[in-house]
């Protein structure tokens, strides 16, 4: 059992609103990634983090922030959403890149903006 | 750029049969290849690792092979059955990036 989390599971919200997505992890993994999927479409790399107060940009570019603050904790925000924002954000922690090691997924936020 | 493919044609099979899942990945080989299964609205979850140095690999009823000649890993289950039903995704490290295939859907009927 992967324990990694992410909260809320389910998110209707507002144009306009500003919402954070949590994630958490007790692993103490350096690396974490936040993807975007849409429904049967691929997993697009929005944010990683590979460590505290690092944090850069993935290859699909996204309206959305994040921050590294604790090891354990990486949330994104997006200040205003939109409809466009519409998907599913799956948070995920890894060990050493180096070695290869497997990534763990939460269960994810499905978000639809209204 | 690096890309990793997969076939985005779903697959369908009878229970019983092997399949065969294929990845493609472009310009430099990665060091190691990592295979995961993705159920609808759950992420995915980690299945095989195989390192550039190992020729094939084996968890199972699961089998995956590593071609850096081809660029190429094939994916592997063997005596299929309808629970192996689900997507299939491939993925690489690029440096600290963890990026992900297109992933094949496979189905497997009774």
């Known amino acids: 059992e992967a324990d990694i989390y992410q909260t809320p599971r389910y998110l209707v919200i507002g144009t306009g609103k500003k919402i954070t997505l949590e994630c958490s992890q007790t692993?103490?993994?350096?690396?974490m990634y936040w993807y975007q999927q849409d429904p049967g479409m691929e997993l697009h790399l929005i944010h990683y983090?590979?460590?505290?107060?690092?944090?850069e940009k993935g290859d699909l570019s996204s309206e959305s922030t994040v921050s590294r603050i604790r090891t354990e904790h990486f949330p994104l925000t997006l200040e205003s959403a939109r409809p466009s924002h519409t998907s599913q954000y799956l948070c995920?922690?890894?060990?050493?890149?180096?070695?290869?090691?497997?990534?763990?997924f939460g269960q994810g936020t499905r978000l639809t903006v209204v | 750029s690096q890309k990793i493919e997969q076939n985005s044609e779903a697959l369908n099979i009878q229970e019983g049969k092997t399949a065969t899942l294929t990845c493609n990945y472009t310009?430099?080989?990665?060091?190691?290849l990592q295979w995961y299964r993705q159920d609808p609205g759950r992420g995915p979850v980690f299945l095989l690792l195989?390192?550039?140095?190992?020729k094939e690999k084996r968890k199972e009823r699961l089998k995956v092979t590593f071609d850096t000649t081809l660029k190429q890993s094939l994916f592997h289950i063997t005596a299929s059955q309808p629970a192996d039903s689900a997507t299939y995704l491939c993925a690489r490290y690029l440096t600290d990036k963890l990026i992900f295939g297109t992933g094949t859907r496979l189905q497997v009927f009774p």
């Open positions: 692993m103490g993994h350096d690396k």
């Open positions: 195989i390192r550039e140095n190992e």
């Open positions: 995920a922690s890894s060990g050493q890149a180096s070695r290869g090691t497997e990534a763990f």
């Open positions: 983090s590979y460590g505290v107060n690092s944090t």
């Open positions: 310009n430099y080989s990665p060091a190691y």
